[in-house]
């Protein structure tokens, strides 16, 4: 019996192993042996956080050349060497990334229903959205952190994700599990190329800078004490701060929640602060590059728009060079801006900083003359960015506007900067309201004249910043409102000596919600000027981009001189031309120029490394209206801070040094603790201010 | 026909093969924490237990029951069913990629599936011909299946309260299995 079953069991066993030795000859599938080499060099996590089922399909995937010998998100440099080994390839690195929450609401979100469901962030999401009044806002359940394989995250004290930077392998697994988008997973690369969205945790504030510094942000780091952290903060958006710390407007204070309570925080005196401190540290703190790519990339113009282009190209990887027609960079900064607003050495400073980090400079080249579009494709460039700024000054449409004696206010003032010493005589006239006028008014009045600002409506309509307006009264610019330039008046040697102006008052608004000024018939008046300065207007000089500044123009222009391109990528009608700045824009901040110079780069660099210029629909473009309510309860008042002055007096009048002065360590502090840290509904209250202002965020 | 009937709803519902016959507990329990996951390796159990009531029904009628060797029945069976899943695992690598790359480790894993064998014997004890014994391996493979995605359903959702520490995991997924074991009862009444 042993003996008959010890046979069967044997001849059933040996027929199914003939069966299977036959059907594995017919049935074989071939395998690249390197699959099994790889999967046993890498960990065995099967973790999935590369992408593939486990660590075979992963292998499969790396011999496929579907993905990089340094997929596994788990393994280290090493590994990557021996799987790269295997496959007979050079490690290619992978920037460093990192998972980060944006969100900064945590409890102080308010609820907007109390919630007793699945302590999930996914099934309380599933409910009206959860029970955060923030539409975007971190839920605070922890899904993430249960997401997490490498135990990278817990819940800090706030009801706020904490990732630990030592742990996280960027697997993006808390990425997936929120469904509110709190967290994303990304890197140098990734953080500079992106856009704001509506779903990012945006305050008033980083909503309104043409830049999208996360102003937030750089403020708690001042708070902090971490001063070096704030200026690479602010790097990340805006490489030129120690200029904008100085004559930037402040578009973002206007939005600032804080005016609700008392006055809006003195963001850019904060950002001056920082600057200041690395400015006088004499050492640019070392800013981060891709690997080099290796493609040439061409930019034109070397203002701000042109600079800020450069720099993010160069952070990227890219190999920028900058062609201006100047004898320095800076555009408008330089020429435009006097020194006793933004000192040339500091601006020196500034832009030396940017071109160390390997972008070239091609000084005295003017475009259309010493090189056009076509040399420059021809020489390799693969991109070319156009920022040639807006540098012709708009007439006064005033008889005997042509005469010795009448010279345009960007025209003054860029002669000055060459120190071409203008003749400016004793009698000044500036015609104008914005900061253009008012610098030439009070560059004047350091050259020893007498000034007077003509300005069509009143000193409330002025566009020019408040305190420069008040620099000049303080500086003796005399003002004359209400009047307009009529026709000027010269001598026999055609030089100007009057001009004639026409009074005006106020009539029914216009489009720009201004009344408009009209004529007072008959109020024709005199007066006399050794120089007028018309600094009504400036627009682009697109005469370079013709032939020899005449025929057909390559590029589609407005009727305002300004070239046409994509609002969204900056790609003018020629692929691969892209442009950004006054030139795109018309006359506009410098801020903006620096924040679409970085649209552009981006858009460049899309272009160069893939076949499409993503935009993101959720792009935040205007304001989010429901972030913008006016009730903030349980604040204390504070008082803002003053910017000091450096110099009074004559001293003030009579010389270019720098007239405002920046906080001091104390001030910043005190200024950065008056900022509500806001999200996009939430603000940081003061836990005993009296509680009767509170109303409803999101009413 | 209403005998097929009866068999299919009974072999799905009233016996069912884990809940009522307690049959394939480990993989029950071990692949039943992700809907997806359970409806594979559901999948899976069902394509491989008709496979092996099949050939195990042949081999009992045709080698064990006409040499006298019947008491062979299990260690027989045991042979038969892994050779038939190695088999069937490198038919699918080749023949159906795809196929074999969803299923992924769940194939192997059926090698030691005391269900399937517990389906292939019961089509024995009970005397089922073999049209009745595939139409029955397949009714108890969707039961299996059935129970799996349920139990699935309940513990993703387990998953994410607050439960006490001794509690997560397997333990609270025996409790559910005996609670849904008890709950399978009713269906004693339908037959
Ligand atoms: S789950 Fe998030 S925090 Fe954890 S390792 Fe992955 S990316 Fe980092
Ligand atoms: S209080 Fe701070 S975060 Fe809020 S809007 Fe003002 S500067 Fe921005």
Same mark, same amino acid.
């Given at each position: 019996?042993?003996?008959?079953?010890?046979?069967?069991?044997?001849?059933?066993?040996?027929?199914?192993?003939?069966?299977?030795?036959?059907?594995?000859?017919?049935?074989?599938?071939?395998?690249?042996?390197?699959? $099994?080499?790889?999967?046993?060099?890498?960990?065995?996590?099967?973790?999935?956080?590369?992408?593939?089922?486990?660590?075979?399909?992963?292998?499969?995937?790396?011999?496929?050349?579907?993905?990089?010998?340094?997929?596994?998100?788990?393994?280290?440099?090493?590994?990557?060497?021996?799987?790269?080994?295997?496959?007979?390839?050079? @490690?290619?690195?992978?920037?460093?990334?990192?998972?980060?929450?944006?969100?900064?609401?945590?409890?102080?979100?308010?609820?907007?229903?109390?919630?007793?469901?699945?302590?999930?962030?996914?099934?309380?999401?599933?409910?009206?959205?959860?029970?955060?009044?923030?539409?975007?806002?971190?839920?605070?359940?922890?899904?993430?952190?249960?997401?997490?394989?490498?135990?990278?995250?817990?819940?800090?004290?706030?009801?706020?994700?904490?990732?630990?930077?030592?742990?996280?392998?960027?697997?993006?697994?808390?990425?997936?599990?929120?469904?509110?988008?709190?967290?994303?997973?990304?890197?140098?690369?990734?953080?500079?190329?992106?856009?704001?969205?509506?779903?990012?945790?945006?305050?008033?504030?980083?909503?309104?800078?043409?830049?999208?510094?996360?102003?937030?942000?750089?403020?708690?780091?001042?708070?902090?004490?971490?001063?070096?952290?704030?200026?690479?903060?602010?790097?990340?958006?805006?490489?030129?701060?120690?200029?904008?710390?100085?004559?930037?407007?402040?578009?973002?204070?206007?939005?600032?929640?804080?005016?609700?309570?008392?006055?809006?925080?003195?963001?850019?005196?904060?950002?001056?602060?920082?600057?200041?401190?690395?400015?006088?540290?004499?050492?640019?703190?070392?800013?981060?590059?891709?690997?080099?790519?290796?493609?040439?990339?061409?930019?034109? $113009?070397?203002?701000?728009?042109?600079?800020?282009?450069?720099?993010?190209?160069?952070?990227?990887?890219?190999?920028?060079?900058?062609?201006?027609?100047?004898?320095?960079?800076?555009?408008?900064?330089?020429?435009?801006?006097?020194?006793?607003?933004?000192?040339?050495?500091?601006?020196?400073?500034?832009?030396?900083?940017?071109?160390?980090?390997?972008?070239?400079?091609?000084?005295?080249?003017?475009?259309?003359?010493?090189?056009?579009?076509?040399?420059?494709?021809?020489?390799?460039?693969?991109?070319?960015?156009?920022?040639?700024?807006?540098?012709?000054?708009?007439?006064?449409?005033?008889?005997?506007?042509?005469?010795?004696?009448?010279?345009?206010?960007?025209?003054?003032?860029?002669?000055?900067?060459?120190?071409?010493?203008?003749?400016?005589?004793?009698?000044?006239?500036?015609?104008?309201?914005?900061?253009?006028?008012?610098?030439?008014?009070?560059?004047?009045?350091?050259?020893?004249?007498?000034?007077?600002?003509?300005?069509?409506?009143?000193?409330?309509?002025?566009?020019?910043?408040?305190?420069?307006?008040?620099?000049?009264?303080?500086?003796?610019?005399?003002?004359?409102?209400?009047?307009?330039?009529?026709?000027?008046?010269?001598?026999?040697?055609?030089?100007?000596?009057?001009?004639?102006?026409?009074?005006?008052?106020?009539?029914?608004?216009?489009?720009?919600?201004?009344?408009?000024?009209?004529?007072?018939?008959?109020?024709?008046?005199?007066?006399?000027?050794?120089?007028?300065?018309?600094?009504?207007?400036?627009?682009?000089?697109?005469?370079?981009?013709?032939?020899?500044?005449?025929?057909?123009?390559?590029?589609?222009?407005?009727?305002?001189?300004?070239?046409?391109?994509?609002?969204?990528?900056?790609?003018?009608?020629?692929?691969?031309?892209?442009?950004? $700045?006054? @030139?795109?824009?018309?006359?506009?901040?410098?801020?903006?120029?620096?924040?679409?110079?970085?649209?552009?780069?981006?858009?460049?660099?899309?272009?160069?490394?893939?076949?499409? @210029?993503?935009?993101?629909?959720?792009?935040?473009?205007?304001?989010?209206?429901?972030?913008?309510?006016?009730?903030?309860?349980?604040?204390?008042?504070?008082?803002?801070?003053?910017?000091?002055?450096?110099?009074?007096?004559?001293?003030?009048?009579?010389?270019?040094?720098?007239?405002?002065?920046?906080?001091?360590?104390?001030?910043?502090?005190?200024?950065?603790?008056?900022?509500?840290?806001?999200?996009?509904?939430?603000?940081?209250?003061?836990?005993?201010?009296?509680?009767?202002?509170?109303?409803?965020?999101?009413? | 026909?209403?005998?097929?009937?009866?068999?299919?709803?009974?072999?799905?519902?009233?016996?069912?093969?884990?809940?009522?016959?307690?049959?394939?507990?480990?993989?029950?329990?071990?692949?039943?924490?992700?809907?997806?996951?359970?409806?594979?390796?559901?999948?899976?159990?069902?394509?491989?237990?008709?496979?092996?009531?099949?050939?195990?029904?042949?081999?009992?009628?045709?080698?064990?029951?006409?040499?006298?060797?019947?008491?062979?029945?299990?260690?027989?069976?045991?042979?038969?069913?892994?050779?038939? @899943?190695?088999?069937?695992?490198?038919?699918?690598?080749?023949?159906?990629?795809?196929?074999?790359?969803?299923?992924?480790?769940?194939?192997?894993?059926?090698?030691?599936?005391?269900?399937?064998?517990?389906?292939?014997?019961?089509?024995?004890?009970?005397?089922?011909?073999?049209?009745?014994?595939?139409?029955?391996?397949?009714?108890?493979?969707? $039961?299996?299946?059935?129970?799996?995605?349920?139990?699935?359903?309940?513990?993703?959702?387990?998953?994410?309260?607050?439960?006490?520490?001794?509690?997560?995991?397997?333990?609270?997924?025996?409790?559910?299995?005996?609670?849904?074991?008890?709950?399978?009862?009713?269906?004693?009444?339908?037959?």
């Amino acid at each position: 019996m042993i003996v008959t079953s010890g046979l069967t069991l044997f001849s059933i066993g040996l027929g199914a192993a003939a069966i299977l030795g036959v059907a594995s000859k017919l049935l074989y599938v071939k395998e690249d042996p390197r699959i $099994g080499l790889i999967e046993d060099s890498l960990p065995g996590a099967n973790c999935g956080g590369c992408g593939y089922p486990g660590c075979s399909g992963a292998a499969a995937a790396i011999v496929a050349g579907k993905a990089p010998a340094s997929v596994c998100i788990v393994s280290d440099a090493e590994t990557a060497a021996v799987v790269a080994g295997i496959m007979g390839q050079e @490690v290619i690195e992978r920037e460093p990334e990192l998972a980060v929450r944006d969100c900064s609401g945590g409890t102080r979100a308010e609820d907007a229903f109390h919630y007793e469901g699945a302590l999930d962030c996914r099934a309380a999401h599933l409910l009206y959205g959860g029970s955060k009044t923030c539409p975007e806002g971190c839920l605070g359940l922890g899904s993430c952190v249960r997401a997490c394989p490498f135990n990278a995250i817990h819940m800090g004290p706030a009801g706020l994700p904490v990732i630990d930077p030592d742990e996280c392998k960027a697997c993006g697994n808390c990425v997936d599990a929120c469904p509110r988008g709190v967290i994303t997973v990304s890197g140098m690369s990734a953080r500079l190329l992106h856009l704001n969205q509506t779903t990012d945790c945006l305050a008033p504030c980083r909503q309104k800078c043409p830049a999208q510094i996360n102003i937030p942000k750089y403020i708690e780091q001042i708070k902090a004490g971490d001063y070096d952290g704030a200026v690479m903060t602010i790097k990340e958006r805006n490489p030129l701060l120690v200029t904008c710390g100085r004559v930037c407007p402040r578009p973002c204070e206007t939005e600032c929640r804080r005016q609700y309570v008392d006055e809006t925080v003195g963001i850019n005196m904060l950002k001056r602060f920082v600057a200041d401190r690395e400015l006088r540290s004499g050492t640019h703190l070392p800013v981060a590059c891709a690997k080099d790519t290796g493609k040439k990339v061409a930019v034109v $113009g070397g203002g701000p728009a042109g600079l800020s282009c450069a720099y993010f190209l160069r952070r990227l990887g890219h190999s920028p060079t900058i062609f201006d027609a100047m004898p320095a960079l800076g555009g408008q900064t330089r020429y435009g801006i006097p020194e006793y607003r933004l000192p040339k050495a500091d601006l020196d400073w500034e832009i030396q900083g940017i071109l160390d980090l390997g972008i070239d400079a091609r000084l005295n080249t003017s475009f259309g003359k010493d090189f056009t579009l076509e040399t420059l494709k021809a020489d390799g460039f693969e991109t070319i960015f156009l920022g040639i700024g807006a540098w012709q000054a708009s007439g006064m449409y005033a008889e005997g506007e042509d005469l010795d004696g009448v010279m345009g206010g960007i025209e003054f003032l860029t002669a000055h900067a060459l120190g071409q010493k203008p003749e400016t005589g004793d009698k000044v006239i500036v015609v104008g309201g914005g900061n253009t006028a008012i610098d030439a008014a009070r560059t004047c009045v350091r050259l020893g004249a007498e000034v007077t600002l003509m300005y069509r409506r009143t000193r409330n309509e002025m566009p020019a910043d408040m305190e420069e307006i008040v620099g000049a009264e303080d500086e003796g610019v005399k003002f004359k409102f209400l009047a307009a330039p009529a026709r000027v008046i010269g001598d026999e040697n055609g030089r100007a000596t009057h001009l004639e102006y026409y009074e005006m008052e106020l009539g029914e608004p216009d489009d720009s919600g201004r009344r408009r000024p009209v004529k007072k018939e008959g109020s024709e008046a005199r007066m006399e000027a050794s120089l007028i300065i018309p600094a009504i207007g400036q627009k682009p000089d697109l005469g370079c981009l013709y032939d020899d500044g005449e025929g057909e123009c390559p590029l589609e222009t407005t009727r305002w001189q300004t070239i046409v391109a994509d609002p969204d990528t900056f790609q003018t009608a020629i692929p691969g031309v892209f442009t950004a $700045g006054d @030139v795109y824009t018309g006359p506009d901040l410098v801020i903006s120029a620096i924040g679409d110079g970085r649209k552009a780069a981006r858009s460049m660099h899309y272009f160069m490394t893939q076949d499409h @210029v993503p935009v993101p629909e959720t792009t935040q473009k205007g304001m989010i209206p429901y972030t913008l309510f006016k009730e903030i309860g349980q604040v204390e008042r504070k008082k803002r801070a003053v910017l000091p002055h450096l110099c009074h007096g004559d001293e003030r009048n009579c010389t270019f040094n720098e007239v405002e002065g920046s906080l001091s360590e104390a001030e910043a502090r005190a200024e950065a603790d008056r900022c509500l840290r806001c999200g996009l509904v939430c603000y940081d209250r003061d836990a005993d201010a009296p509680t009767d202002r509170i109303e409803n965020a999101n009413t | 026909m209403q005998e097929y009937f009866l068999l299919f709803i009974g072999a799905m519902f009233v016996n069912n093969i884990v809940l009522a016959q307690y049959l394939g507990n480990c993989p029950f329990i071990g692949t039943s924490k992700e809907t997806s996951v359970a409806v594979g390796m559901g999948g899976a159990v069902v394509f491989v237990a008709v496979m092996a009531t099949a050939i195990t029904w042949l081999v009992q009628r045709h080698v064990l029951v006409p040499f006298g060797l019947g008491y062979l029945q299990t260690l027989a069976f045991i042979l038969v069913i892994a050779s038939l @899943v190695q088999f069937v695992e490198m038919f699918l690598k080749k023949m159906v990629p795809p196929l074999y790359k969803s299923l992924g480790i769940f194939l192997p894993l059926i090698t030691t599936n005391c269900a399937v064998m517990g389906i292939a014997l019961i089509c024995q004890r009970e005397e089922f011909g073999l049209f009745e014994s595939t139409m029955f391996a397949f009714a108890s493979g969707l $039961g299996f299946m059935l129970a799996l995605v349920l139990l699935a359903g309940v513990r993703e959702r387990l998953a994410v309260r607050r439960l006490p520490m001794a509690m997560r995991g397997t333990p609270i997924g025996l409790i559910m299995a005996g609670l849904m074991s008890l709950a399978f009862f009713a269906f004693k009444g339908m037959i």
